[in-house]
């Protein structure tokens, strides 16, 4: 395809979205039980990867950027990921503590907003995860420096190499340099399409340490 049939097929394409409303009657009382009811149904879809998420970190220069990661577990109201501590969204979280996670399941035509700030769990937690890790993840994070310019992909399997020969035959420890972040949310929304672009948007906003819901214009 060449980029000016790219551009016209993405600029004619419409697609209007079913007709399956989201009420507030029908929300729960908590964003996160809310969340444990939309995520059943995702399985019940069959949603790849339903825990994925894309995450946003900002840097010292007020510049964004997006990844996707496994959302793992949920601790004290967090929303738990796994990471570099040294990669690109490891040194944002440490100028900046803001960050939003997007869920997006287009089968379902559903899109999950959360809004909050991100710190690190306690180092039981991410070595209770690290441990139950595969054995050939835990030798991944200790080769990966993750986000760093690599010469070669040679240069990738060398370095695996040589951390495998390391821990022969021992238990793989989980390095410093690696552990999991908690998102705590203020904002949590639940968007749900809907007909001619009026989708239903439920918004939870933490206020005094209680969850208050409204409905927003799409
Ligand atoms: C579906 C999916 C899930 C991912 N999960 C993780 C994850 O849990 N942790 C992680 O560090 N990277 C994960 N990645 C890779 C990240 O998207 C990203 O490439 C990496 O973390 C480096 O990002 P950074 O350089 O912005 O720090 C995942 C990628 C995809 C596509």
Known sequence: MSLNELK???NSKRRDF????????????????QYAVWFQEALAAEI?????ACVSTVNQNGQPSSRMVYIRDII??????????????GLDIE??????FNIFWGELERQIRINGEIEKVSPKVSDAYFNSRPRASQLGAWASSQSNVLKSREELTHKLNEITKQFEGKKVPRPMHWGGYRLVPNLIEFWQGRPSRL???IVYTKINDKWERSRLSP
């Open 199 to 201: 989708h239903d948007r």
């Open 76 to 89: 004290d109201q967090g929303f738990v990921f796994y990471t570099n501590y040294n990669s690109s969204k």
């Open 95 to 100: 100028v900046n503590k803001n960050g939003s």
């Open 8 to 10: 016209k097929y993405i």
């Open 18 to 33: 079913a007709d399956k409303p989201l009420n507030e009657q029908e929300t729960s009382n908590n964003p996160f039980d």
């Open 48 to 52: 790849l990867d339903p825990y994925a």
